[in-house]
Structures are given as C-alpha cells and as structure tokens.
C-alpha cells in the first residue's frame, strides 16, 4: 500500500476544495481498478443506487448528448443530476443538478460530504483515491442527497474500468468510437470498443450509434452477453433529414417509437443532428412504452446548449469556440463548418495536450484554415506552441503558421489576421477566428473573451 494522505479537514471555499482534489491523482493517470471508488461508495451508503441512470461511453460527443438528454428528461417533469467531465470553465460544471452546476456553497457541501471518508480507502488500498474518483463519488452523493429521479453520466475515458461505472444503467448510449487516449484504452477502435461496451449492463437499453463494422460487432456481441435490449442509429433511430438554419439546424428524427419533424436545435453540424437522435432514442428507452408528446420534445431541443462546442462568442471578427481534441472531432467540426458557414478567411487558433495526435488534427482543419496561429494552454500537459508550431508548418506551409505561446496574444493575432484578410476583398465574406485543438484551451479562451479572466 501507499502512504496515504492525512484525514483530509473540512473545506470551506471553493478554491480550498479544488486544491484539495487536484492534490489527488490526476484524471489522467489511470490504474484499471474499480476496488477503490466501490470501497469508497460503499463507506458513502451505495448513493449511486438511489437514483435512475443513463451512462454515456464514446471518443466524441458525449457531453453534448448527455445536455440534449437532460433538457429532454427535464421536460418531462424528472428532477436530473448530470456529470461530465472534463469542465470547460470552473470544476463544479462537471456536477449539476436540474440543468445547473453546482454553486461555489453547493460544491464545498458536497466535497464536505465525502471527504471524512477518503483517508479510509486511501489506507486500505494500494493506491489512494484519484482525483475523477473522489468527484464522482461527490457527484452521486449529491445526486441522492437532492434527491434526483435520474442522472445522466458521462464516463471519464473508456468504460469498464472508469469510475462511473460502479452505477447500473438502465440506458447505456455508446456514441461513435474512434482512436483516442491510446496509451491506456488501445492502439486500435476495436480494442477501445471492448473497454467502452462496459457500460452496457444486464438488463438494460444499449442505444448504438452509428459506428464502423468491427466496432459495432463489439458491442453487439457485449448486449448480447448482457441480455441488453439493442437500438441501432440507421435501424431503430436516426436523422430523417436536416437543414442547416440560421443559430442551428432543424432536423427529422425518427425515434424507437414515433418520427419528429420540423425540430429546430440550436447546434451547427451533422455530428449534433446523430447526438440529437440518440438523446432522443435514449431517452424513449429510458421512458418506456409510448410515444413523447411533439411539442414536449421540439419545445427540449430548442432549448439545448452545448458551450465549447461551435459555440460562437463573439462578433466582429466572429470568433467560435470548439473543444476538437483529436481527429474525428475536428474531421465533425470542419463538415459543421463547411455546412452551417461562409467564413473567410478563416483562421485558426489551436492549443493542444502532449499525449494528443496533434499532426492528425492539423491535417483534419488544414483544408479548412487559411491559417493557423500555434499557442498553448496553461496546463503542464499542454503542447508548447513552438513544437506544435513545427509540426503544423510541415502540414500547412511555413507561410499559414504563426507561432504565439500567449494565448491571449495568439486570439489577438488571428482576429487581426481575420479582420485584414477580410479587408482585402469585401466580395469574399466575413472572416472568422475558430479557438481548438483542447477542451482546456478552449476553456481558458471562453474566460478570456467573456471577461473571467
């Protein structure tokens, strides 16, 4: 066993609860045990079994999916808790209750609430308690303390071995599975898809999205052993037909029991149009027999947000925001770009972590970006512009990369690149700036332009 920390002391800000948790294992190291969070909810009464459950598995798109379904579910009158991870701005994002993260008074609470017993299970186990371990056991905590008719959860990386997974889903939505956190779920989709298909329990509604042959062969095969109820994207459920709109799009869906059309969502791209339809489906599932009241649902998806994601927070030049951390993102985000817009130039402002494919994602937006600015984020794990610099200059040219390691600096840099390049031929259209590359530079960048910081 390791030495284990001290009984932790109670908290009394916000900023003392963030330095306890990140004083844990970061989120980042993974050790495939689920001993020390079972341990843990054990000492806490088994809160994760309090409440209903929808779990959500996938490399991309989970957390827009987990907000669709929890606005759908609020409009059908359910108290909902909602975890995902990682956050954008401030750590308690990552818990929220009736459709609104937990304020600073509420987040002390329910760190208070576990803390006690984290010492415990640091000193009967081999290793202590990480950092995801203990918020998610906080959020499960708070989630039965509201207490909540249902939760939606978003597991941290992978499935079968992440901490979210000591709950018993009655809907399992495994989103579209690509390459991504290689180092600890796999070098191929297939293996990552075995890791991920944890989720899908005894029992419950596995809601498929559209995936590759081999990886649905997966997952099949995991409901199958489960004796899962199976709905498949372009089978059960799916897109009819979308249309690119102003502020959105307004999409078809057929659900498991009934189509919807004419329903306007308030996010750009295809990729948010397949999120819609699996909410919808997962929360049919998670409804039972029959069919959601029209209305109830357009009235839902009007008012869904997503922030980080094409997310546009500003105008003149219009600068949008979008968490792309790997290839398949940004492959999503640039059709959604090439769909719902007609900016140009468009420049491109990307920060990205070290352990990412920061050549794949480069070569995903290079057709896409008139030019890119190369920064950094304030994290250890973040890229230093200068390397990600040299790598881009190899996919764009040397020409369309400017180096800028201040990301304040680097926005500054892109809106006048934006703004000049607009000035040269008012016939071409508005140019743009689009922040990416890293939910933490994205994060950072949302503060910045929006006053935070």
Known sequence: MTDAPDAP????????????????????RLEPSLDRIQAFTELLGEPQHS????????????????????????ALDLRTGRFTSPHLERMSERISID???LDDEAFVRAFNDVAPYTHLVDAEQEHPLSFFETIVAMAYAA????????????????????????IDADVAVVLPIAIDHAKYLGEDAVTIAGEKAGIIKPG??????????????????????SGATIAREGMEFGVVARTPAVGGQVVSLQGLRARYDDVFLPLYGAHQAQN?????????AFAGSGVLDDDVVRAAFAEVT????????????????????????????????????????????????????????????????????CTQNSTPRSMSAAALGRTAAEVFGEDRVSVVPDLADAIDRAATLAE???????????????????????????SLLMGRR
């Open 9 to 28: 002391r109670l908290a009394e800000t916000f900023d003392e609860v963030e330095d306890a948790l990140l004083s844990r294992w970061p989120e980042t």
């Open 51 to 74: 409440f209903r459950s929808i779990h959500l598995t996938g490399t991309n798109g989970k957390t827009s999916t987990s907000r669709m379904i929890e606005t759908l579910l609020r």
């Open 99 to 101: 459709g609104e993260p």
């Open 143 to 166: 989630f039965a303390d509201a207490p909540v008719d249902v939760a939606v959860v978003e597991v941290g990386m992978g499935g079968t071995w992440d901490a979210t997974n000591v």
């Open 204 to 225: 419950s509604v596995a809601v498929l999205a559209e995936q590759t042959p081999e990886v649905a062969a997966v997952l099949l095969e995991r409901a199958a052993e």
């Open 276 to 284: 819609a339809a699996v909410a919808l489906a997962a929360v049919e």
């Open 306 to 373: 997503s922030p980080g994601r094409l997310e546009i927070v500003r105008r003149s030049p219009t600068i949008l925001l979008d968490a792309a951390h790997n290839p398949h993102g940004a492959e999503a985000v640039a059709a959604a770009l090439e769909d719902s817009f007609s900016f140009s130039p468009l420049v491109g402002v990307m920060g990205v972590m070290e352990d990412k494919d920061h050549e794949g994602l480069l070569a995903a937006f290079e057709p896409h970006l008139t030019h890119v600015v």
């Open 420 to 446: 000049a390049g607009e000035a040269i031929d008012v016939s071409i259209g508005a140019g743009a700036v689009l922040v990416t590359g890293s939910v933490v530079t994205v994060g950072e960048a949302r």
